[in-house]
T-cell receptor, first 115, second 113 residues
Framework: KQEVTQIPAALSVPEGENLVLNCSFTDSAIYNLQWFRQDPGKGLTSLLLIQSSQREQTSGRLNASLDKSSGRSTLYIAASQPGDSATYLCAVRPDSGAGSYQLTFGKGTKLSVIP | DTGVSQDPRHKITKRGQNVTFRCDPISEHNRLYWYRQTLGQGPEFLTYFQNEAQLEKSRLLSDRFSAERPKGSFSTLEIQRTEQGDSAMYLC???????????FGEGSRLTVL
């Protein structure tokens, strides 16, 4: 059974700092990995999707990397802003077979950017 | 493209009552998913539709839960005889083809008293 872990559970940084969020997964047979942002009481906003054949994806100040063989992904946020404060979730999709349309999520990292 | 729309955003009900949530996916997205999220946890998969066919169901989806997607457009998730343990955020997502990037709605929060 796939397990996804996100460390740390919470992170507080001063505005302007660069930061890295971590995601690890136990089964490397994944189809893709997706990073989401969730504001309190809201739904999920897709940030980046990395296919299993890719090493990284970039969107603006965000860069996500994937090391499939070691079961790790990182989300790098450059020049953090107070508006980046949210919970960041990663989710993996299995490569094939039953359940291949199910995402398995981590519990998220709650980020606070202090002005 | 107006995004995934869910209704109602918040439902408060008494234990034993039935509730129904509606999800309107992004137009022309043929795949639709329901997830459930409790406080402090990541979302958990409930069920998946491709067009009008329900192709996957989680063991979390007890016989009190039923989901439909008539005509392959909007979907409904009904919970019968609600229990306090059903209190959660119910999230709907949709996707189109490859690479199957999911787009979520704002969710429907259920509170069972």
């Amino acid at each position: 059974k796939q397990e996804v872990t996100q460390i740390p559970a919470a992170l507080s940084v001063p505005e302007g700092e660069n930061l890295v969020l971590n995601c690890s997964f136990t089964d490397s047979a994944i189809y893709n990995l997706q990073w989401f942002r969730q504001d309190p009481g809201k739904g999920l906003t897709s940030l980046l999707l990395i296919q299993s054949s890719q090493r990284e994806q970039t969107s603006g100040r965000l860069n996500a990397s994937l090391d499939k063989s070691s079961g790790r992904s990182t989300l790098y946020i450059a020049a953090s802003q107070p508006g980046d404060s949210a919970t960041y979730l990663c989710a993996v999709r299995p490569d094939s077979g039953a359940g291949s349309y199910q995402l398995t999520f981590g519990k998220g990292t709650k980020l606070s950017v202090i002005p | 493209d107006t995004g995934v729309s869910q209704d109602p955003r918040h439902k408060i009900t008494k234990r034993g009552q039935n509730v129904t949530f509606r999800c309107d996916p992004i137009s022309e997205h043929n795949r639709l998913y329901w997830y459930r999220q409790t406080l402090g946890q990541g979302p958990e998969f409930l069920t998946y539709f491709q067009n009008e066919a329900q192709l996957e169901k989680s063991r979390l989806l007890s016989d009190r839960f039923s989901a439909e997607r008539p005509k392959g457009s909007f979907s409904t998730l009904e919970i019968q005889r609600t229990e306090q343990g059903d209190s959660a955020m119910y999230l709907c997502a949709s996707s189109l083809g490859e690479p199957r990037e999911l787009f979520f709605g704002e969710g429907s929060r259920l509170t069972v008293l």
